[in-house]
């Protein structure tokens, strides 16, 4: 079946980096995008961008232009998303969504998600 | 702005209807899109594309669209349908998906 599974959870200090996985099976890996969305504790959906794992290409929310980069491995089909310039609003759930598109894009399946708790 | 905007809270009887709502003037160019969360769990598709069911989701969940407004109806509700429901819409090929501020449905 088709399946995302995500890295586990991170600790970082501000300031820092961190970067999340999201190995994908059940699918051809470089057919559909691999798109990034956040949710704080107690708070909604918050879409960051989106990756075409056939060329690398990327969208990316405003809000995170520059600090956001979303990479991939087609051999191991596992998309990536790093964060840096961390800051304690960042502490959120990160899931990773397949999307599909047909004038509007949506997302099936989601990852399990996971927790980055940014703290000094 | 694209903004989506949903009721906070809709609490129903079991088996009567849900009519959760979402309006923005961005779908009337776009498709509504509609996901349930249950507490600890990641979000699941429930409707895409206004009106279109996945397999897997139960006949009970259907979708439909007027203008600028996207309602997700719920017959028959169910206990087990209670949980945080959020539509979401928009293209992210032009850097724009946004996703309303949910609506949590409660089972009386």
């Known amino acids: 079946q088709v399946q995302l599974v995500q890295s586990g959870a991170e600790v970082r200090k501000p300031g820092a980096s961190v970067k999340v996985s999201c190995k994908a099976s059940?699918?051809?890996?470089?057919?559909?995008?691999i798109n990034w969305v956040r949710q704080a504790n107690g708070q909604g959906l918050e879409w960051m961008g989106s990756?075409?794992?056939?060329?690398?290409?990327?969208d990316y929310a405003q809000k995170f232009h520059g600090r956001v980069t979303m990479t991939r491995n087609t051999a191991t089909s596992t998309a990536y998303m790093e964060l840096s310039s961390l800051r304690s609003e960042d502490t959120a759930v990160y899931y990773c969504?397949?999307?599909?598109?047909?004038?509007?894009?949506?997302?099936?399946?989601w990852g399990q998600g996971t927790l980055v708790t940014v703290s000094s | 702005s694209y903004e989506l905007t949903q009721p906070p809270s809709v609490s129903v009887s079991p088996g009567q209807t849900a009519r959760l709502t979402c309006s923005g003037d961005?779908?009337?160019?776009?498709?509504g899109n509609w996901y349930q969360q249950r507490p600890g769990q990641a979000p699941v598709v429930v409707i895409y594309?206004?009106?279109e069911r996945p397999s897997g989701i139960p006949e009970r969940f259907s979708g439909s669209s007027s203008g600028t407004t996207v309602t997700l109806t719920i017959s028959g509700v169910q206990a087990e349908d209670e949980a945080d429901y959020y539509c979401?819409?928009?293209?992210?090929?032009?850097?724009?998906?946004?996703f309303g501020g949910g609506t949590k449905l409660t089972v009386l």
């Open positions: 969504a397949r999307g599909f598109e047909s004038v509007t894009t949506w997302f099936d399946p």
């Open positions: 059940g699918y051809t890996f470089t057919s559909y995008d």
């Open positions: 990756l075409n794992p056939n060329n690398g290409d990327t």
């Open positions: 961005g779908l009337a160019k776009h498709y």
């Open positions: 594309k206004d009106n």
């Open positions: 979401q819409s928009g293209d992210s090929s032009a850097s724009l998906v946004v």
